[in-house]
């Protein structure tokens, strides 16, 4: 039950976050990003129980139906809103904080290969623009604002808003 409890508050997070969504029931059915979620849920559960082809079966299903690609170890916490979703990636080692959103055409991904951590940490109540590419180790802290396009090879201070490419910080709140 607790399951379909977490699903019902993650659509329920949605509608107040987005204000094009009418209800709960548009957001079950035409969603992109909650359908992504739901996939990678599954798919991150075999991988933590070493069934590792299973997990990669179900989210290469998910790529295929949602657009969106999201590696079953990555680490995502509650409430990932991903807003039009199309062209999202989010690579193996990443770790998602909790109330993120993020933009269509976003990728947490890695800038050379290595046997540890490759991907972004990402705090809570982060905001990532459209089209934003957050590449390597790096952490963004929380309540930071990535804008639109913004290249992001550094990290970035909790409360800061960075743009540009590369990115550069605009504003920091204390």
């Given at each position: 039950m607790?399951c ?5 508050a993650a659509a329920?997070?949605?509608k107040k ?6 209800s709960?029931l548009?957001?079950?059915?035409t969603y992109s990003g ?5 996939y990678y ?7 933590q129980h ?9 989210s290469h299903s998910g790529k ?20 039009h979703?199309?062209g999202?990636v989010?690579?193996q080692?990443?770790?998602?904080g909790?109330?993120?959103t ?5 990728t ?9 951590r ?5 705090g809570?109540?982060v905001?990532?623009g459209?089209?934003?590419?957050l ?8 309540k930071?604002k990535?804008?639109?396009?913004t290249?992001?090879l550094i ?12 990115g550069?910080?605009?504003?920091r709140?204390?």
């Open positions: 607790k379909l409890t977490d699903i019902i329920e997070m949605i976050r987005d204000p094009a969504a009418h709960l548009e957001i079950f059915m909650f359908h992504a979620l739901a849920r599954a798919a991150h559960w075999f991988y070493k069934f590792y082809l299973l997990a990669a079966l179900i295929m139906t949602t657009g969106i690609e999201i590696h079953p170890g990555a680490k995502i916490g509650k409430f990932l809103f991903i807003d979703g199309n999202v989010i690579g080692t990443a770790v998602i909790d109330n993120v993020i933009m269509h055409n976003v947490l991904g890695s800038r050379k290969q290595m046997n540890d490759r991907h972004p940490i990402v809570n109540n905001f990532i459209a089209g934003a590419q590449l390597g180790p790096i952490t963004i802290g929380a930071a990535i804008g639109a396009g290249i992001v990290d970035v201070p909790e409360g800061a808003t960075i743009v540009g490419n590369p550069h910080l605009v504003t709140k204390k």
